[in-house]
C-alpha cells in the first residue's frame, strides 16, 4: 500500500466530512446525548428522589437476580440503596449497547459517503484515473471512516465517565465507572465492530450511486446492536465480561476474513459502471 497517497486520501475524506454540517452534526449530537444527557436523566433523578416508591422498581431490581454470579452481581448486591443499586447497575451495564451504536452510527455515515460522495461531486474518476492501485484507494476509504469513529467512541467514552462519575459522587462518596466490562467494550469490542461495519459500509457505497441509498442500506447494521440493547431491557441478554471477551474474538476473526478478502470485492470497472448518469 501507498502510505503517502493513503494519507492524503483520508485527510481529503475527513475535511469532506468536516466542511458538510449535514454529514458531522449528526455524528456530534447522538454521542452527545449518550454521553452526557442520559447518564443526568439517570443520575439526578436517583440523588433527590426515593425510588422505592416507584411502581416498577420490582420489575428493575429483578433483573440483578439475573446476573451471573460474580464482582459486578457481589457489588450490586452489597449497596444499601436501591437508588445506588440501579445506578450502578445501569451505568456500568445496561448503557452499554449505546457505545456500541456511536461507532457503528459514524462508521455507516462516514462509510456511506465514502465512495457514494466521490460520485456525487464527480470526483471519482480522478481517483480512478490516478496512479494508485486499487489496495491503496480501499484501505484508504477504510481507515478515513475507522479512525474517527474510534476516536470519537472513545472521546465519548471518557465524557460519559465524567458526567457518571461528577453526578453519582454524591450518591455514592467514591468513583463508580468504568468497570471491567467497559474496558473490554471500549478496547477489545467497539474497534473490532467499527472495522466490520466501515468493511460494510464502504462496500455498499462502491456498489451504490448516491450517499443517501448508501446510507440507508448501511443504516441496516444498527439492527443486531438494538436487538442486544433489548435484550438487555427484557433480561434474555447479560452482557458481561465473558460474553465481551468471546464477542470480540468473533469480531476480530470476521475482520481478518475480511481483510484477506478485501481485493476481490471491488475492482475499476465496478467503480465505473456504478457512478451517478
Known sequence: MNKRAAKAIINKDIRAIGSNIQLWLPMLIVPLVFSLVLPLVLVLPARFTDLSTMGNIEQIVKLFSKLSSGPLQETIMALPLAQQQIVYFTVNYLFAPFFLIIPLMVASIIGANSFAGEKERKTLETLLFAPLDLNTLLWAKILAAFLPATFLTLICSFLYGITVNIAAYPLFGRIIFPEVNWLLLLLWVTPALSLGAVFVNVFISAKVKGFQEAFQLSGLVILPVLGLF??????????????????????????FLLVRKCGRFLNRNQLFTSQVS
Not at 433489548?230 to 470476521?254: D, E
Request: net charge negative; aromatic share 16%.
Open 230 to 255: 433489548i435484550g438487555q431491557l427484557s433480561g434474555v441478554l447479560l452482557v458481561n465480561s465473558i460474553f465481551l471477551w468471546w464477542s470480540g474474538a468473533v469480531l476480530w476473526l470476521i475482520d
